[in-house]
């Protein structure tokens, strides 16, 4: 069983940029970023699968990028002019073909003037 732990969130006024992380125990072979807004279903933000093969969403394509650094076991989600619809607690989640399926903790993430 392995562990997922994210952390980098917290408040920001509308422009600014955060960088989340999420340090895993065991190796993935897909980790992607969800986010859940109050009031709101988990909805997915990002991808990076082998190959560094990289997704996102409408909402957050050419603002947010998704990397990893393999040595560390850790994938990074910078987040570039935040909105206030950005608001949301930020979950890392790891999954792969024979691989249980692992959920962070979440990170908060606060956009507010």
């Known amino acids: 069983q392995g562990q997922l732990v994210e952390s980098g969130g917290g408040l920001v006024q509308p422009g600014q940029s955060l960088r989340l992380s999420c340090v895993a125990s065991v190796q993935r072979q897909s980790m992607a970023w969800y986010r859940q807004a109050p009031g709101k279903q988990r909805e997915w933000v990002s991808s990076?699968?082998?190959?560094?093969?990289?997704s996102y969403a409408d909402s957050v394509k050419g603002r947010f990028t998704i990397s990893k650094d393999n040595t560390k076991n850790t994938v990074y989600l910078q987040m570039n002019d935040l909105k206030s619809e950005d608001t949301a607690v930020y979950y890392c989640?790891?999954?792969?073909?024979?691989?249980?399926?692992?959920w962070g903790q979440g990170t908060q993430v606060t956009v507010s003037s």
């Open positions: 990076i699968i082998k190959g560094n093969i990289t």
């Open positions: 989640y790891g999954s792969g073909y024979g691989q249980q399926s692992l």
